[in-house]
């Protein structure tokens, strides 16, 4: 079952913050998530283990939610570079491990 | 190296034409994976091998063979396809299962006619 993502779409000037949301209706094990830049394969940004969990790569960073189901990747101070598709996926406990991705959220950052 | 491969870059083939896409991996993963990506569309999760056996099969349509001749290929056998079947088609690899991230490899634009 596919998790929901929201946002779909967000424009951006650089330097401003924006939040993508990730959640599902059934019980996770993890949370996923890519990037994938038009005509390029995604690129992985980070995983999310346990409830609660925070993780960073460079100044994009995300949080689980365990008890929700939710999972929130924050952009900080968008770069140019930081355009693309974001795409959460997620693993479902007692699921065989497959991952399902969201139907991603679009992020055009401006100069 | 964290390259997956990918060969051919865009395939163009008859309903009725035989066909192999081909993914390389040379990080020692022990799981890959095949997908399919519409445009403006998620990965679509088709096949995972797991210790070069298959693991999955998202009920796929036989049209579509999966191969895992060792830990570092991944083949994918296509035989009277649909025009519908046109997508991009992506390979990717993890360490181990799913819970590891997966490195994806460029994918293969595949045009039905």
């Known amino acids: 079952q596919q998790p929901v993502q929201s946002p779909q779409a967000v424009i951006l000037r650089e330097g401003e913050d924006a939040v993508i949301n990730c959640s599902s209706s059934k019980a996770l094990y993890s949370v996923h998530w890519y990037r994938q830049k038009h005509g390029e394969a995604p690129v992985f940004l980070m995983i999310l283990l346990k409830g609660g969990e925070q993780k960073g790569h460079e100044k994009i960073s995300a949080s689980f939610n365990e008890k929700k189901q939710q999972s929130s990747l924050y952009l900080t101070a968008s770069q140019l570079s930081y355009s693309g598709t974001y795409f959460c996926?997620?693993?479902?406990?007692?699921?065989?491990?497959?991952?399902?991705f969201g139907a991603g959220t679009t992020v055009t950052v401006r100069a | 190296d964290t390259e997956v491969t990918q060969t051919p870059k865009h395939l163009v083939m008859g309903m009725t034409n035989k066909k192999s896409l081909k993914c390389e991996q040379h990080?020692?993963?022990?799981?890959m994976y095949w997908y399919k990506q519409k445009a403006k569309k998620p990965p679509e999760l088709m096949f995972v091998y797991s210790y070069e056996k298959l693991s999955i099969n998202e009920s796929v349509p036989s049209r579509f063979s999966p191969e895992c001749p060792n830990s570092s290929l991944l083949n994918l056998h296509l035989h009277a396809l649909q025009p519908e079947d046109s997508a991009l088609y992506l390979c990717?690899?993890?360490?181990?299962?799913?819970?590891?991230?997966?490195?994806f490899g460029p994918g293969t634009r595949l045009t039905v006619t």
């Open positions: 990717a690899s993890s360490q181990a299962d799913s819970t590891y991230e997966q490195y």
């Open positions: 996926g997620t693993i479902r406990r007692g699921n065989d491990y497959k991952l399902s």
């Open positions: 990080m020692g993963h022990r799981a």
